[in-house]
Nanobody, 124 residues
Framework: QVQLVESGGGLVQAGASLRLSCAAS????????MAWFRQAPGKEREFVARMTRGGPTDYADSVKGRFTASRDSALNTMYLQMNSLKPEDTAVYYC??????????????????WGQGTQVTVSS
């Protein structure tokens, strides 16, 4: 089974950029659908972006046009480029993986494997 480790979080000002990474090990990275979720304090975890094994990406409306997800199968790593960050983007960001389903889901309970999360804090 795959293990996931996120990195790249931090404290930035509004309008700045960050790139998160999700390193995968212990599995065949290219066989997994991947996704990013986030959880803000006092809120439920929410969908951010999803990528099928080799197909297109999809984003939550709140990040569309500002965030870009990508994956590098040679490095077994997924990325989330976050531009024009806003205070409301403050959350713990998690990557997730699934290979049971035909397509990549935007529902957290469809994912079997999760990283430990990385904190992103955006100050105003």
């Amino acid at each position: 089974q795959v293990q996931l480790v996120e990195s790249g979080g931090g404290l930035v000002q509004a309008g700045a950029s960050l790139r998160l990474s999700c390193a995968a090990s212990g599995g065949t990275f290219s066989s997994y659908h991947m996704a990013w979720f986030r959880q803000a304090p006092g809120k439920e975890r929410e969908f951010v972006a999803r990528m099928t094994r080799g197909g297109p990406t999809d984003y939550a409306d709140s990040v569309k046009g500002r965030f870009t997800a990508s994956r590098d199968s040679a490095l077994n790593t997924m990325y989330l480029q976050m531009n024009s960050l806003k205070p409301e983007d403050t959350a713990v960001y998690y990557c997730a993986a699934d290979r049971r389903r035909i397509g990549a889901s935007n529902r957290e309970y469809d994912y079997d494997y999760w990283g430990q999360g990385t904190q992103v804090t955006v100050s105003s």
